[in-house]
């Protein structure tokens, strides 16, 4: 089984519904990483997450790590088309600075 | 800030045909790049680590003399696809972390679209 699962595999949602995707892992994180992707071409950075239970917001964007730090949730607040593309989590599992494991992602769509 | 240029974005060669792919760094130095493999709807797969001076350290299953990387400086790093075949053809990304700072996100170039034709 993959070691960092993330969900739903797709997501299609009318512009200005809120939305939140998840990003599971089958062990402890050290830290989590989201990043936003356009077919084809390379991954923007959007937020890391080091700290059980911390949270980070970036426009309408926010990002959840858990106490267990083994699952993360992303939640986009009033979508806009601009939201759309595929969303990856990064895991780091040994330290600050170890390679990351990245999950499938989750493409979404916005419907104007 | 925290820019990565990957260069070229699309390549269409013939089988055979070696081809070379740089990933630089255009703000920040790097001691350390990655190298992965996209396939369509698929998960990056990490390739290699690219460490400045020294050697690159491969995953499991990669094959070192098919994919030649050399990081000789702390802005580039490069990856040769040697005598490339069809099932060579996919999407390339290269990641870089400033030396600088530790636990930093990792920032990508915007991939290169390698066909083998």
């Known amino acids: 089984s993959q070691e960092l699962e993330q969900s739903p595999q797709s997501l299609i949602v009318q512009e200005g519904k809120n939305l939140t995707i998840n990003c599971t892992s089958s062990k402890t994180l050290y830290g989590l990483y989201w990043y936003k992707q356009k077919y084809g071409e390379g991954l923007i950075f959007l937020m890391m997450l080091q700290k059980g239970g911390e949270e980070k917001s970036h426009e309408k964007i926010t990002a959840k790590l858990d106490e267990k730090k083994q699952q993360s949730s992303l939640h986009i607040t009033a979508s806009q088309p601009s939201h759309a593309g595929i969303y990856l989590c990064g895991a780091a599992y040994t330290g600050a600075n170890s390679k990351l494991t990245f999950g499938k992602g989750i493409t979404l769509s916005v419907r104007p | 800030g925290a820019v990565v240029s990957q260069h070229p974005s699309r390549v269409i060669c013939k089988s055979g045909t070696s081809v070379k792919i740089e990933c630089r760094s255009l703000?920040?130095?790097?001691?350390?790049m990655f190298w992965y493999r996209q396939f369509p709807k698929q998960s990056l797969m990490l390739m290699a680590t690219s460490n400045e001076g020294s050697k690159a350290t491969y995953e499991q299953g990669v094959e070192k003399d098919k994919f030649l990387i050399n990081h000789a400086s702390l802005t580039l790093s490069t990856l040769t696809v040697t005598s490339a075949h069809p099932e060579d053809s996919s999407f390339y990304i290269c990641?870089?972390?400033?030396?600088?700072?530790?636990?930093?996100?990792?920032?990508f170039g915007d991939g290169t679209r390698l066909s083998i034709l």
């Open positions: 703000d920040f130095q790097a001691t350390t």
């Open positions: 990641s870089a972390r400033d030396k600088g700072l530790s636990g930093q996100p990792q920032h």
